[in-house]
Nanobody, 115 residues
Framework: QVQLVESGGGLVQAGGSLRLSCAAS????????RSWYRQAPGQQRELVASITSGGVPNYADSVKGRFTISRDNAPNTLYLQMNSLKPEDTAVYYC?????????WGQGTQVTVSS
């Protein structure tokens, strides 16, 4: 059973930066898409950024120009560099890997941005 483990969350002041990491417990073949989602209290989970197997990124409008998604293929890892953080970025952040019919999620890491 593959597990995804996020790290790098924490408390930061507005304008600060954090780098999230997501590591798979073992190699996953044919990963089509790796993504970061977030969920704030009382809100639906939303897509923050994704990256295809070919390295093409996609960002939510709310984070464009501030967040950067990247990945390593060996080992299977995913990163999210978050700059110029705002209080509205406060949420639990989840990583997700999709490979064929498999859909893996991490357990989430808390990001809190104070004003």
């Amino acid at each position: 059973q593959v597990q995804l483990v996020e790290s790098g969350g924490g408390l930061v002041q507005a304008g600060g930066s954090l780098r999230l990491s997501c590591a798979a417990s073992r190699s996953i073949f044919s990963i089509a898409t790796r993504s970061w989602y977030r969920q704030a209290p009382g809100q639906q989970r939303e897509l923050v950024a994704s990256i295809t197997s070919g390295g093409v990124p996609n960002y939510a409008d709310s984070v464009k120009g501030r967040f950067t998604i990247s990945r390593d293929n060996a080992p299977n890892t995913l990163y999210l560099q978050m700059n110029s953080l705002k209080p509205e970025d406060t949420a639990v952040y989840y990583c997700r890997f999709r490979a064929g019919s498999y859909d893996y999620w991490g357990q989430g890491t808390q990001v809190t941005v104070s004003s």
